[in-house]
């Protein structure tokens, strides 16, 4: 089908008679927009009607599967509040955000090669507390220590010095500090980057958990028989003058889910990073005393495309 062509896939068998009573209702809504001032608007309602009606008569949609539907969303917008946000939810595990990143960063990784970006997810806080360098993120949270370290640079190769970034990971049993109800701050801060560009902090190794699943999203991937479990990782966001923030995580190699498959579709090569388990009485980068704790290490060089890109 071109661009603009607004006929219908999959209508083998239906009527031609049929098909011009659902081709004129098509072409009659989208003539509906034609008086929008926005022509962006304009195209965006123009192309989701297409696209809409599209589906609706190439699956032969039932007046049930409307209803339920309906229903769905209904119940997404109930659930839907100040901290839960059931729609984003959906965008994810359709793949409509990682979909909407890719168009967005074109240049970024293909022209420029600056780090990727990847889903926001919902668990970010404008209020996480700041950290010195080599600080410690946990606030209390179970897990494993992990030592964090990289730099943060343009695309010249030049070092970004305070570079505000922003960190944050569920604990050991795979819940954010804002999924308890007690008000913990904790697995989570920000920092910034020294003048060479250097940033490092102790966070946790990260372990895998599953999204939000208690509401219409997760019962939808039970219906499908889809796991709502996200390989393991650290979201960090990273903003400095005159260059594009970039949202991202970095991912565990060898987390067997990245296999299996991330739940929202997020997981990118080259945010695969190697976390070294480092045994317990390995001294620490910070001479850090952890007893006889094991713990691991890893290493993220971030690169921020310009703010243009
Ligand atoms: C997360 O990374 O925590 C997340 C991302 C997308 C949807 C739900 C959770
Ligand atoms: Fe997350």
């Not at 569920?170 to 920000?190: E, L, M, P, S, W």
């Amino acid at each position: 089908m071109t661009e603009t062509s607004t006929t219908a896939s999959g209508t083998g068998g239906i009527s031609s008679e049929q098909q011009a009573v659902e081709q004129q209702l098509v072409e009659t809504v989208i003539a509906s927009f034609d008086k929008a001032e926005d022509p962006r608007l304009k195209q965006l309602m123009q192309s989701l009607t297409k696209h809409l009606h599209n589906f609706i008569r190439e699956v032969r949609l039932t007046e049930d599967e409307w209803n339920k539907g309906i229903e769905f969303l209904t119940a997404a917008g109930h659930i839907t509040d100040d901290k839960r946000q059931e729609f984003i939810l959906l965008s994810d595990v359709l793949g409509a955000s990682m979909q909407t990143i890719a168009v967005n960063n074109e240049a970024v990784k293909q022209t420029l090669d600056a780090t990727e970006a990847t889903v926001f997810g919902p668990f970010f806080t404008e209020d996480a507390p700041e950290i010195p360098i080599g600080g410690d993120i946990a606030g209390g949270a179970a897990g494993q220590p992990c030592w964090v370290e990289g730099t943060v640079k343009d695309t010249s190769g030049n070092p970004v010095p305070n570079a505000r970034i922003e960190v944050w990971e569920a604990d050991d049993d795979g819940f954010y500090d804002v999924q308890y109800t007690d008000g913990r701050v904790a697995g989570r801060a920000h920092l910034y980057s020294d003048e060479d560009g250097h940033y490092s902090f102790w966070g946790l190794t990260p372990t895998p958990y599953p999204i939000p699943h208690d509401g219409p999203v997760g019962k939808m991937l039970e219906a499908v028989g889809r796991s709502p479990v996200r390989a393991s990782h650290l979201h960090f966001m990273v903003t400095a003058q005159n260059l594009r923030t970039l949202v991202t995580h970095i991912f565990v190699e060898g987390d067997p889910q990245i296999e299996i498959g991330d739940s929202v579709f997020g997981v990118k090569d080259s945010l695969i990073k190697t976390f070294d388990q480092q045994p317990a009485g390995t001294p620490t980068p910070d001479g850090r005393d952890l007893a006889a704790q094991a713990w691991a290490r890893t290493r993220f060089d971030i690169v921020l495309a310009p703010a243009e890109a």
